[in-house]
């Protein structure tokens, strides 16, 4: 392996030189306490910078077995590092030409902790994968700067950024046991009949709607409800107490600008853990928890919605629904099945984003239209049912319908941002006022039938090219000649989770779409593959850029793609 001084010698050799020069350096260089590898070499100086790989043995870098013993800790700790690599990089990047030379760019973590493609800490090694714009003057190579940022640069942000020694161990500590701490927790709810568990004086509120950071002036720290009260022991913080939400049907209820949707927002990202410091680091919930809303415009492909919507004009199937344009409600239906056929076993839904006809259908509304002439049963009326046959809860903000009492479990009142409990109070008023609505269905609900995608109707070519696909931010997959909306899909928090994701449409494509397997057994062997290979299973390049996806979000990516086709039986 060429060592860093012939690295540098070659790299002044080709100044002056065009930029495809740079193709000749492609491979590995040991330096003296870590071996760069160079992946890809960008096409020119504009196009997408190129893919560069560090690796510091165990025995350089001193990572202590505990920082990463487990995959909640080593998760924790990578989401750490590449903190720390993304800072040392901005305090050293310097502009060393035209376009995009001399950046040097880590895939940067929010508030979220997931496994990253971009850091692996091992116990043989370290491994940091970034970006770097190889710097060029016009469409001539700069050897000199290149060979500064290379050869001096990395060196030291490898150094500073990688190395236990140079980082701070007690925030190390805090990373890897609050991640340890949250995953143990949510690994317990089900055993003590909680959906979700917020800890006392949890931060919920955010900055703003496009930050994400805990609010910092003026939050008003979660506050249990003694009748929700239950404790846990952590693994490292010991005991811990908050409030816990049952299984079962819990209504979120409270006036307006109250904190409701902030504490089902809380409620969502809990299938996540946090770091430390953002607020929500004990706010854990049931991981197949799947947010549902309405989404008209969506695509809909031969999903059974009739436990909700039946007798549609013109006779329409609605066992078999499909359309280019869902309603409000046609999409709120389709997304609740969707969602149960991958396996969720917890519904979260706001008022705020609900189809209201979707919802409710109140006594004048049931006097005016009989039942026979209103193809939707509404969600009150299924959603005991949902409970009852197929053991999935419900956590349903509603500051609107009273008639949601009826069918409540648990009511909690949201007043001022300190949630009480009001189950006793909200059935005392059942009583004493009934509605007088009939209830329009008492059936079962039956489980999702599986549905079998035809591998011909996932096809990622696009004019001469055979596969062309790629993500456009945090919302938009461009698969073929096919552009997929995830705007509704709220769980999708980070942008390479959406790049894992459309990698994995594609290895969909590739391994397990057969029109034989259903589309839960495609979503299976994938996810399986990723636990037992790795991120990197999903793609034949070494990036740098994906974290891990839930199967809820890629299922719902595969279901949005509007050239999807399926059927039922094999
Ligand atoms: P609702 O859904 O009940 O109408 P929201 O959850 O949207 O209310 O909250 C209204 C506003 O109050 C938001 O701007 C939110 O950030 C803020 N907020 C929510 N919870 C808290 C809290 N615990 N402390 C301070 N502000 C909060
Ligand atoms: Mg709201």
Known sequence: MPDQNQLRDALIAIDGRSYKAYKELRGSYQFSDFSLYIDHVQGDPFAAPSRLRVEVAQDQAGYPPHTHANASRSNALGTYLAGQFDRHCRRLQARRGSGKSGLIEIDTPAQEILQRT?????????????????????RRVLGRQAAALLCDDIPAIVEAALHYAQNDADEIDRYVQIAEDADFLRAQLATRGLVAFVAENSILPRRSGVDDRPLAEDAIPFDTPDSLHVEFTLPNAGPVSGMGIPHGVTLIAGGGFHGKSTLLAALERGVYNHIPGDGRELVVCDPTAVKIRAEDGRRVESVDISPFIDNLPHGRDTRHFRT????????QATNIIEALAAGAQTLLIDEDTAA???????????????????????????????????????????GGSGDYFDVAD???????YIPQ????????????????????SDETFSPPLPRIPLPQSLDPSRGRREVNVKTRGLRTVL?????VDLSAVEQLVDASQTRALCAAMLYAREHYVDGKRSLREILDLIMRDIAQHGLDVLDRRLVGDHALFRHFELAAALNRLRSLQVVDER
């Not at 280019?324 to 999409?331: I, L």
């Not at 648990?410 to 001022?416: E, F, P, R, S």
């Not at 698969?479 to 552009?483: C, I, K, V, Y």
Request: with cysteine.
């Open 324 to 331: 280019d344009n869902a309603s409000g409600s046609t999409s």
């Open 356 to 398: 209201t006809n979707f919802m409710i259908r109140d006594h004048r509304m049931q006097l005016l239209v009989a039942k026979d002439r209103e193809p939707i049963t509404p969600f009150i009326d299924r959603v005991r049912a949902l409970y009852e046959h197929l053991g999935v809860s419900t956590v349903l903000v509603v």
């Open 118 to 138: 971009c850091i692996h800490v091992g116990d043989r090694c370290v491994e940091a994968r970034f970006a770097v714009g190889l710097p060029a003057q016009g």
């Open 410 to 416: 648990t009511v909690v009142a949201m007043d001022k």
């Open 479 to 483: 698969f073929g000649e096919e552009t």
């Open 421 to 440: 409990e009001a189950t006793a109070r909200a059935k005392t008023i059942a009583a004493e006022h009934p509605t007088q609505r009939q209830r329009e």
